[in-house]
């Protein structure tokens, strides 16, 4: 049976390689010539399009997408939204949870791949750079701009997809910091079963449904620096609760040797370098 499973699911991730293939290739023409033409500005129309596309592209591999919103979102007004970070499709979550033009923040290696880096830094998404005091202080400070700019930014605050079994791992400070410094509200997305769908850890794809809380913005408008870290537990805990509800055993539920661990995904690829 379990033999069975697994032909099955490589089966549906080579169509669902192919599905989005043919989807981005007739797609691209149209999206190319619109940023070209818009540049980098917070165009709602372009936003809406690659909405769109990513629709199209999930219908395909059978998977639902269902959020759940806190009425008091507003669209209209500027977020840093963060999510906990165990799947690549948080960036579809993004793209289509997020009705409003926003800026990703991505590994810097990913600003360099065919078609999706071009769109990248063409979209004006931000690469972090953390091999250096100097590079990081300039990928916090093109976040800082985006935000003062009153343009919504999405992340993730545990900085890498951790390979373990813990629900959430650490969140870093940045964007807690940029959100006070820049007086921007923060909405917390907690992703639920978007690593089952789409693990990190393999070219695996699976239909389902993947459920996500965005919830009531944690104003910063009277917070200082001094505050980051209430504000960093208030959210975590926020993306806990929603977490455990689904997960009551308080980890994931996946089979799990500490003496296998390899830290994340992406810092097991910067070794193999």
């Known amino acids: ?157 545990e900085g890498a997809i951790f390979m373990n079994d813990r629900l959430l791992n650490e969140l870093r400070n940045g964007a807690f910091r940029v959100a006070i410094e820049s007086k921007t509200p923060i909405v917390a997305i907690s992703m639920i079963n978007a690593g089952e769908l789409f693990p990190a850890d393999k070219i695996r794809i699976r239909p389902g449904k993947c459920i996500n809380y965005m919830s009531e913005p944690f104003e910063t408008k009277n917070l200082s620096l001094s505050n980051v870290d209430s504000l960093r537990t208030q959210v975590k805990k926020e993306l806990l609760k929603n977490l455990t509800a689904h997960y009551p055993e308080g980890k994931y539920p996946i089979e799990f040797n500490p003496n296998d661990y390899k830290e994340t995904v992406y810092l097991n690829t910067l070794k193999k370098k």
């Not at 199209?56 to 059978?62: D, E, K, P, T």
Request: net charge positive; proline share 3%.
């Open 1 to 157: 049976m379990k033999k069975l499973k697994n032909t099955f699911e490589l089966i549906w991730t080579a169509w669902c390689l192919f599905s989005a293939t043919i989807i981005i290739l007739i797609n691209l023409p149209i999206i190319t010539l619109l940023i070209l033409y818009f540049g980098k500005e917070d165009n709602q129309f372009i936003d809406y399009y690659l909405r769109t596309c990513t629709r199209a592209i999930l219908i395909s591999w059978g998977i639902k997408m269902v959020f759940i919103k806190h009425p008091n979102i507003d669209f209209s007004k500027a977020y840093i939204y963060v999510c906990n970070h165990r799947s690549y499709l948080d960036v579809l979550v993004g793209i289509i949870g997020i009705k409003s033009y926003k800026r990703f923040l991505g590994k810097e290696e990913v600003f360099s791949w065919p078609i999706i880096g071009f769109l990248a830094n063409r979209l004006g998404h931000i690469p972090v750079k953390r091999q250096s005091e100097s590079d990081r202080e300039e990928s916090y400070q093109k976040i800082l701009n985006v935000t003062k700019n009153k343009t919504s930014l999405f992340l993730c605050p």
